[in-house]
């Protein structure tokens, strides 16, 4: 309890001077149709990233890879994104984070097709590596304009953003799984590209049409590399990145070993391994569609830590639970626990150090989206997928607490 009162009295600090000073604008202002606009780039982001994977396996086929070659091809798309995502935050700082929002989906859009053109694992590498810099780009710019865009309607909306993301990546998923036995990769991906180039050119039109509100009574004075509180700015973010690495860590986790850990060790069928995935997938959606509520009743540190701590409970049911519907419900409340971590980080991350603030958060996470997978691999091949699987509870709680030493500094 005592610990809870504590957070109660920092939940208001969780509302910036912004949202407590002035009235949100209504949902006619322009800023309406800009978060319209930029939560269709967000969407769009998932859905492209979703057509993607579901066609790795015929990509594989295609180039006849093994599955070494393919891992090291992959790779390729982590390495583009993490180079690109420090040099977006530089060119959202001199071009604004808006129009680059717009150069790294339409850069996204074209690269999606050109991975069913590839025949060789060597050219397979270098478009993933395009893939991965527009993917990397579209994430730093698009958190970019929401962190703006967030001060400016005056209300913790980040978590409805990655809703939009969440969603586009199950209708991306959904459709290529409906349309694999009908079109062929090359069309597949082709349309999907087109698709996400219209989108671009109608939601950019928008996008960019919108003027920025006047900020007032910024929270606290910029800080450059050379002022004196840079050292603090950078140290909080991060700390904010390390908390989106924890989330990421168990999303990337969740989804390379939550189907095998229902199969293999929790006696599931596959169907019943993939409704539950997609259970846990709902789940976040879910979480994050009601995550600008949440924030505004409970505060963002608060949601941030119970959320924390109900992914922690929930993995630890998940993986240890030798029944199915206790297994499931376990991933369900993981989805629900993760879900608003992330984007609140990267909210706050943003906040506290501006466009480089949120490339240097969002680089971190994608480290642990990175990072998760191969881990836990090890761990199980030490000790046992279960076992392997709590690691997940333990960077849950971590990312849990460490938003209450942000506060507190």
């Given at each position: 309890?005592p610990?809870?009162?504590?957070?109660?009295?920092?939940s208001?600090?969780?509302?910036?001077?912004?949202?407590?000073?002035?009235?949100?604008?209504?949902?006619?202002?322009?800023?309406?149709?800009?978060?319209?606009?930029?939560?269709?780039?967000?969407?769009?982001?998932?859905?492209?990233?979703?057509?993607?994977?579901?066609?790795?396996?015929?990509?594989?086929?295609?180039?006849?890879?093994?599955?070494?070659a393919?891992?090291?091809?992959?790779?390729?798309?982590?390495?583009?994104?993490?180079?690109?995502?420090?040099?977006?935050?530089?060119?959202?700082?001199?071009?604004?984070?808006?129009?680059?929002?717009?150069?790294?989906?339409?850069?996204?859009?074209?690269?999606?097709?050109?991975?069913?053109?590839?025949?060789?694992v060597?050219?397979?590498?270098?478009?993933?590596?395009?893939?991965?810099?527009?993917?990397?780009?579209?994430n730093?710019?698009?958190?970019?304009?929401?962190?703006?865009?967030?001060?400016?309607?005056?209300?913790?909306?980040?978590?409805?953003?990655?809703?939009?993301?969440?969603?586009?990546?199950?209708?991306?998923?959904?459709?290529?799984?409906?349309?694999?036995?009908?079109?062929?990769?090359?069309?597949a991906?082709?349309?999907s590209?087109?698709?996400?180039?219209?989108?671009?050119?109608?939601a950019?039109?928008?996008?960019?049409?919108?003027?920025?509100?006047?900020?007032?009574?910024?929270?606290?004075?910029?800080s450059?590399?050379?002022?004196?509180?840079?050292?603090?700015?950078?140290?909080?973010?991060?700390?904010?990145?390390?908390?989106?690495?924890?989330?990421?860590?168990?999303e990337?986790?969740?989804?390379?070993?939550?189907?095998?850990?229902?199969?293999?060790?929790?006696?599931?069928?596959?169907?019943?391994?993939?409704?539950?995935?997609?259970?846990?997938?709902?789940?976040?959606?879910?979480?994050?569609?009601?995550?600008?509520?949440?924030?505004?009743?409970?505060?963002?540190?608060?949601?941030?830590?119970?959320?924390?701590?109900t992914?922690?409970?929930?993995?630890?049911?998940?993986?240890?639970a030798p029944?199915?519907?206790?297994?499931?419900?376990?991933?369900?409340?993981?989805?629900?626990?993760?879900?608003?971590?992330?984007?609140?980080?990267?909210?706050?991350?943003?906040?506290?150090?501006?466009?480089?603030?949120?490339?240097?958060?969002?680089?971190?996470?994608?480290?642990?989206?990175?990072?998760?997978?191969?881990?836990?691999?090890?761990?199980?091949?030490a000790?046992?997928?279960?076992?392997?699987?709590?690691?997940?509870?333990?960077?849950?709680?971590?990312?849990?607490?460490?938003?209450?030493?942000v506060?507190?500094?």
């Amino acid at each position: 309890m005592p610990l809870l009162n504590k957070i109660r009295a920092h939940s208001r600090s969780d509302r910036s001077p912004l949202q407590s000073r002035s009235t949100p604008p209504s949902p006619d202002t322009p800023w309406g149709a800009a978060r319209l606009a930029l939560t269709a780039f967000f969407a769009v982001d998932g859905f492209l990233f979703a057509a993607w994977v579901v066609r790795i396996p015929d990509v594989r086929s295609q180039v006849n890879a093994s599955h070494s070659a393919l891992g090291l091809a992959l790779l390729c798309v982590s390495a583009g994104a993490v180079a690109t995502m420090p040099l977006v935050g530089r060119l959202c700082l001199r071009y604004g984070s808006r129009p680059v929002t717009v150069g790294s989906l339409a850069l996204l859009g074209v690269a999606v097709p050109l991975p069913a053109h590839a025949h060789t694992v060597a050219a397979l590498g270098g478009v993933l590596l395009l893939f991965g810099a527009g993917y990397g780009a579209a994430n730093v710019a698009m958190n970019s304009a929401a962190v703006d865009l967030v001060a400016e309607l005056r209300r913790p909306v980040m978590p409805s953003f990655h809703a939009g993301y969440s969603l586009g990546g199950l209708l991306g998923a959904g459709i290529g799984g409906l349309l694999a036995g009908t079109l062929t990769t090359a069309w597949a991906l082709g349309l999907s590209g087109l698709l996400g180039l219209a989108v671009t050119v109608a939601a950019g039109a928008v996008l960019l049409r919108s003027p920025a509100a006047p900020l007032v009574a910024p929270a606290r004075p910029a800080s450059t590399d050379s002022s004196p509180g840079a050292p603090k700015v950078r140290l909080l973010v991060l700390l904010l990145g390390f908390t989106a690495l924890c989330c990421a860590y168990g999303e990337g986790a969740i989804a390379d070993w939550a189907t095998l850990h229902l199969t293999d060790d929790v006696h599931a069928t596959a169907g019943t391994a993939a409704a539950g995935y997609a259970a846990y997938a709902l789940a976040m959606t879910t979480g994050r569609v009601s995550g600008t509520w949440l924030s505004i009743r409970l505060g963002q540190t608060r949601v941030m830590l119970l959320g924390g701590l109900t992914a922690a409970a929930g993995m630890l049911l998940a993986a240890l639970a030798p029944a199915v519907p206790l297994a499931l419900a376990g991933f369900v409340l993981v989805g629900l626990g993760l879900a608003n971590i992330f984007p609140l980080a990267i909210a706050q991350a943003g906040a506290t150090g501006g466009p480089q603030g949120v490339a240097l958060a969002s680089t971190l996470g994608y480290a642990g989206m990175l990072v998760g997978p191969p881990v836990i691999g090890f761990l199980a091949d030490a000790a046992s997928l279960p076992l392997a699987l709590t690691t997940v509870a333990a960077a849950a709680t971590v990312a849990a607490f460490l938003p209450l030493t942000v506060r507190r500094r």
